[in-house]
């Protein structure tokens, strides 16, 4: 009683004006992008910037004296504008390549790379400091300390910079890299989250989550040694894909670019607030799974050209994320009858069904064709899901089948010289990602922007499951100079309370959580 008393009381006391601190930190967080946004677009005004989209390229007053045209025409012989798939593929807001020298491109690059390394390195000392000291105070609270002051500072200070940064040499990571890869970058992100809240809430309708305790559920639930792993590590990750789209793009005074850069920033205010109840807060996580929707429909318009329905394909195939299987990590879900959770998707494919077959037609006037435009984002996500999820599942079983051959190693911490090896491992793999996205730009693969998005969130997510064996090797909780038991080692049943008593904690919303 005189511990829990205690706990209280330390909760009780970390506030800030009455606000717990964590949610002042939040707050700080979100009038910052407001008012950083603010500036993006006035600034942009009084430079006269007006560049909507290429397909108002000749409209604007500026836009031709900044940006090639898309190439709706086939050039000969020019890089990235040669072929008929190239206006999928080309992105419009980048200096023409003639006018883009070694500054322009060294600042950029130089400053992503100090984000990145930044944000990584932030994460790694918190999570490690956990990791090997029980009593170094990290758990979940509202108490807002110096590891999520400083990450929280320095992405505001990054932003800062990236605004001014585009007032000066403009160039984005865009000139060098491809855009299918800044695309990957947040699916993947994306294919993540549904992998570790898969744990609660399934895939499909809140099934099959580990509340269900029923033989055909247990047998189709897949393997939760996984979904733990990716529990535990998927900061590096969620910062990689964040950090990485953000300086792909210049800060550009239009929606699409505001509303992306508002998602980036919710992403890294999320990483900011590591070990926070907020962090855990089931509301404000579902937001920022979602904002996808939101982005990508008005990305779609904007950029769809005259007459274009294709922002539909964008909302409702995100939609179908959403009334399938995000919205069941809301837990007043498990309180109602098992009926109730298909309604919501009842009710979206009889709106889907409406539009499409009557209002929606394709480029030769037909209704219903289109239909298929549902399931093609949904499709590609949970496909993903189960790709990430079999590659970190055939690495634990290497690992394990490892291990037993070595078992007299196998409660030994790793060394410091082994600790070094895996970090520069890590560093390896993420920039292969980046080498492998320059590769795609620079030998120009004359392929669909949507068939290159989807081979590179393959690549990418398979890249980035070694990164997490990697950090499995040096995370592992140390007491009294020995590894002991770690619930993201394990695939049983019993993984759920293990993770409870680890990190002592229970989110908002009642569930246990890393």
Partial sequence: MDEKTSEKKKDKVATFVGIPQDVFAWSIGIGFILALLAAMMGFGKLQDWDAKSGWTHNESETSSERFLPEPTVIEVGVPGRCDATASSRWYYWQLPPAKA????????????ASHQLFMWATIYIAQRLRARNPDSGLKYSNTMTKYQWIPLIGNMAFHAVHLAQTHWTYDATAQDVSEASSQS?????????????????????????????????RALRLDLGPINLMRKYHGYAFAWGAIYTFWYHPMENTWGHLFGFIHTWLLMLQGSLMFTKIHLNRYWRLLLESWVTIHATIVAVQTGGPSSDLWAMFFFGFMWLLVMTQLFGLTFWKKLPWWANPLPFLVYIIICIGLYGFYFVDSEGRHWIRLNELVRIPSIEYLAVVWTW????????????IKRRVSNESDRPISAAMEIVCIFLCLIMYTLLVIVSYLVQELDFKVDLIALMVMLTGIFSLLVCITMMLLKQIMRPIRNGKIVPS???????????????????????????E
Avoid at 101 to 112: E, H, K, P, Q, T
Avoid at 390 to 401: D, M, R, T, V
């Fill in 101 to 112: 020298n070694a500054l322009s491109r060294g600042i950029v690059w130089f400053c992503y």
């Fill in 185 to 217: 970058s947040v699916i993947m992100l994306l294919v993540f989250v549904l992998l570790l809240e898969y744990r609660d809430r399934g895939l499909f309708f809140g099934w099959p989550s580990s509340q269900h305790k029923s033989k055909v559920s």
């Fill in 390 to 401: 079999f590659w970190l599942w055939l690495f634990l079983k290497i690992e394990a089948f």
């Fill in 487 to 513: 619930p993201e080692h394990s695939s049983s049943t019993k993984t759920i309370e293990m993770n409870g008593k680890e990190n002592g904690v229970v989110d908002n919303d009642g569930f246990l959580a």
